[in-house]
């Protein structure tokens, strides 16, 4: 049994967190697989969208307590261990906006702390009815301070603030209207919907999302002008492509594209 399950359906990689007994906790171990998954998916191609999901009854539910917990029997009390530990974090979060491909996340049950980090870390979200969401560090004593960095990212700071500081969980309703997720759907249909959006987008032009979506974060934290002037630059690179030609074409004459790339 595999810590971090792949299944490929066309130009869709499934990406499913395997450690239910941990309730998909990010170990060391399943933050060593999503790195080597990310930096085979961004090499790969074939692939246009990815998902992110979790066996059993959570998503995740974040990082490994009782591995940080031993960390503290080194002779620094771990900190070395916790520098690596959330460096490497870091790294599979920023990874999962700098891919190429669009990643989804496919959640349920329950994700907390680093768990909702990954989340809000993904390009969009769906969340199956009565799933959780929180970073609730605060209520053992660790502010969740790397999970924050995405979360304000996300969703209003006012918001993440009452989140960070009050552990408080919040419903699936709740989390579409801050805009954490995208869209919430019953618990047996969480699988298909989520294939269902992950194919929309794998049918458009992949080089048009992979350019998108490297746009859609550089342009995020700039000035307004300065934002325009790089979408702009984008825009017209896009526009001087031999697909790009062929999509304006067959959409004025009616008829589908013949795509190359």
Not at 41 to 47: K, P, T, Y
Not at 213 to 229: E, G, I, M, T, W
Request: negative net charge; charged residues 20%; proline residues 3%.
């Amino acid at each position: 049994m595999k810590l971090l399950e792949r299944h490929d359906t066309g130009a869709v990689a499934r990406l499913c967190l395997n450690a239910p007994d941990r309730l998909n906790a990010l170990s060391d171990a399943m933050l060593a697989a999503l790195q080597d998954q990310l930096d085979a998916l961004a090499q790969d191609r074939d692939i246009r969208v990815v998902v992110i999901s979790g066996a059993g009854r959570a998503f995740c539910a974040g990082h490994d307590l009782r591995e940080m917990q031993a960390a503290r029997q080194a002779a620094d009390g771990g900190a070395a261990a916790f520098a690596d530990l959330f460096a490497r974090c870091a790294r599979v979060m920023t990874g999962i906006t700098t891919l190429p491909q669009v990643v989804i996340a496919q959640v349920h049950g329950i994700a907390t702390a680093a768990g909702c980090q990954l989340v809000a870390s993904c390009d969009m979200a769906v969340a199956a009815e009565g799933t959780r969401f929180g970073v609730n560090g605060v209520n053992i004593g660790l502010f969740c301070s790397t999970p924050m960095v995405a979360l304000t990212r996300n969703i209003p700071r006012k918001a993440a603030f009452e989140m960070l500081t009050t552990g408080r969980l919040i419903e699936a309703p709740e989390a579409q209207a801050l805009g954490l997720v995208n869209r919430v759907v019953p618990p047996d249909a969480l699988a298909a919907e989520t294939l269902a959006l992950a194919q929309t987008v794998a049918a458009k032009l992949g080089a048009a999302v992979r350019i998108g979506k490297s746009a859609f974060y550089a342009q995020a934290d700039l000035p307004l002008d300065q934002a325009y002037a790089h979408a702009g630059a984008v825009m017209a690179e896009n526009m001087s492509w031999r697909d790009t030609e062929e999509g304006i074409a067959a959409f004025l004459e009616k008829r589908r594209p013949d795509w190359q790339g």
